[in-house]
């Protein structure tokens, strides 16, 4: 679980930079549905992704606030940055 999350953190901080230096490529194909189908596979072949956001004690942002932290349009959005991070041949979107 540790490595999972420091592997999300790292996906996120790269997903930031991009977003910083090339807001260009962020906009490409928004209102996707990439963040469904990158979770799934990533679930499917990794065995889960965590915990809801609702579920812990101290607020957090949830995925559509994190994707527009990083200047995204949304969930979907998210889900195609970290799909071409995480490494994994089986998440595509």
Do not use: K, Y
């Amino acid at each position: 679980m540790r490595i999972r999350s420091v592997s999300i953190a790292g996906a996120l901080a790269v997903a930031a930079t991009m977003a910083l230096t090339s807001p260009a490529q962020a906009s490409a194909s928004s209102g996707s549905s990439c963040w469904g189908v990158v979770s799934s596979q990533a679930a499917t072949t990794e065995g889960g992704l965590g915990s809801h956001a609702s579920s812990f004690d101290e607020p957090r942002l949830g995925i559509g606030n994190v994707a527009r932290l990083f200047g995204l349009s949304g969930p979907g959005e998210l889900g195609q940055v970290l799909a071409s991070l995480d490494d994994n041949p089986a998440t595509n979107c």
